[in-house]
Structures are given as structure tokens and as C-alpha cells.
């Protein structure tokens, strides 16, 4: 037995609950360990006159003002007044880049109930998750780059780039209904 074979490589995956209004299914987002920055409890945001639902606004994080987004109400559209609070923060490293300074963008995404942190083995995660048909919702949205089931959850890989560059027109995504 090889020492690969004894300590099978482990990769730390972040799973983000989602609330989609067309979907009982237990659906989470997925993120790398490398795109998590970090999870932070409440914290003050600015809200922006005339933003997009979604958009709740910006925090200040490290000496930048970043963008704050709720991925039930992008995917779902305006949730009810009683499911505006947030428990915690997820600072993400988006794929998008500053033109100006090369460095990747950050973008904050908030969690209505806790995070959870999984550990998966590589060949878990090359093998374990069914591609599936997501939720019309989800697909819709114009953020999803995969979805995915694992026994009796459904995960989503979405794409941020577009709303952290301002290039987002959720008109253009939403369903017409």
C-alpha cells in the first residue's frame, strides 16, 4: 500500500444552502476552497438606492467596498420581508479580474442559515455527483455553470464574474411567466 492509498488527497468544499421558489429539492451552491476567502457574522451593509433586489448592497471588507449578493433572490426572485435576515457573510475570490491592478474580485454572497464545510476525497468528487437538469429558476439565472446530484443533494457551480464586473442584466435571465 502506497502512502497516496493511506492518505487519499482531500479537498475542502463549501456548500451554501439555496432557496429556489420552484424547487423542494435540498439544492446547496458549491465552492472551492479556493474561492472562499472567508465567512464572517453579520456585519453592516450599505444598501444602494435603485439596486436590483439581489444586489443587498456593499461591505467593507480589507479596505475595499465589496459587492453583496442574496443567490435566493437572483435565482428566485424578491423573497418574502420575513427571510431578509442573514446569519453570515461568505467573501468569495471570483474568476474575474482588475484590469487595473491584475488582482482577482471579490464578491460577498449571504447565508441565511450556516455554511456547511466538507471534506471529500478527489475521487469523490470526480465520481460522485450525477449531472442533472437543474430547476428552471437556476437555470434561468444566467450565474450556473453546472448542476449536479449526490445521493439526495443537489449541488450548483455558479459563475459570478459577470455581476462582480457589473456586466449582469437580470432582465435578459429572468423566466417569463
Given at each position: 500500500?502506497?502512502?497516496?492509498?493511506?492518505?487519499?488527497?482531500?479537498?475542502?468544499?463549501?456548500?451554501?444552502?439555496?432557496?429556489?421558489?420552484?424547487?423542494?429539492?435540498?439544492?446547496?451552491?458549491?465552492?472551492?476552497?479556493?474561492?472562499?476567502?472567508?465567512?464572517?457574522?453579520?456585519?453592516?451593509?450599505?444598501?444602494?438606492?435603485?439596486?436590483?433586489a439581489y444586489?443587498?448592497?456593499?461591505?467593507?471588507?480589507?479596505?475595499?467596498?465589496?459587492?453583496?449578493?442574496?443567490?435566493?433572490?437572483?435565482?428566485?426572485?424578491?423573497?418574502?420581508?420575513?427571510?431578509?435576515?442573514?446569519?453570515?457573510?461568505?467573501?468569495?475570490?471570483?474568476?474575474?479580474?482588475?484590469p487595473a491592478?491584475?488582482?482577482?474580485?471579490?464578491?460577498?454572497?449571504?447565508?441565511?442559515?450556516?455554511?456547511?464545510?466538507?471534506?471529500?476525497?478527489?475521487?469523490?468528487?470526480?465520481?460522485?455527483?450525477?449531472?442533472?437538469?437543474?430547476?428552471?429558476?437556476?437555470?434561468?439565472?444566467?450565474?450556473?455553470?453546472?448542476?449536479?446530484?449526490?445521493?439526495?443533494?443537489?449541488?450548483?457551480?455558479?459563475?459570478?464574474?459577470?455581476?462582480?464586473?457589473?456586466?449582469?442584466a437580470q432582465?435578459?435571465?429572468?423566466?417569463?411567466?
Open positions: 500500500m502506497t502512502v497516496q492509498e493511506r492518505q487519499p488527497s482531500e479537498v475542502r468544499i463549501f456548500l451554501l444552502p439555496l432557496t429556489l421558489a420552484d424547487s423542494e429539492k435540498n439544492v446547496f451552491c458549491l465552492f472551492s476552497q479556493n474561492q472562499v476567502v472567508e465567512i464572517i457574522g453579520r456585519r453592516p451593509v450599505q444598501h444602494i438606492p435603485f439596486s436590483p444586489l443587498k448592497g456593499v461591505v467593507s471588507y480589507q479596505g475595499a467596498l465589496l459587492p453583496v449578493v442574496n443567490l435566493d433572490e437572483l435565482c428566485s426572485g424578491p423573497q418574502k420581508s420575513g427571510q431578509a435576515q442573514f446569519k453570515q457573510l461568505v467573501v468569495l475570490r471570483t474568476g474575474a479580474v482588475d491592478t491584475g488582482e482577482p474580485l471579490k464578491i460577498v454572497v449571504v447565508a441565511s442559515t450556516g455554511v456547511r464545510t466538507v471534506k471529500l476525497s478527489a475521487q469523490m468528487l470526480a465520481d460522485g455527483f450525477d449531472p442533472q437538469e437543474p430547476p428552471l429558476s437556476l437555470a434561468a439565472s444566467g450565474i450556473m455553470r453546472g448542476f449536479f446530484q449526490q445521493q439526495a443533494t443537489y449541488v450548483a457551480l455558479v459563475n459570478l464574474d459577470q455581476i462582480v464586473l457589473g456586466d449582469y432582465e435578459v435571465h429572468e423566466v417569463v411567466g
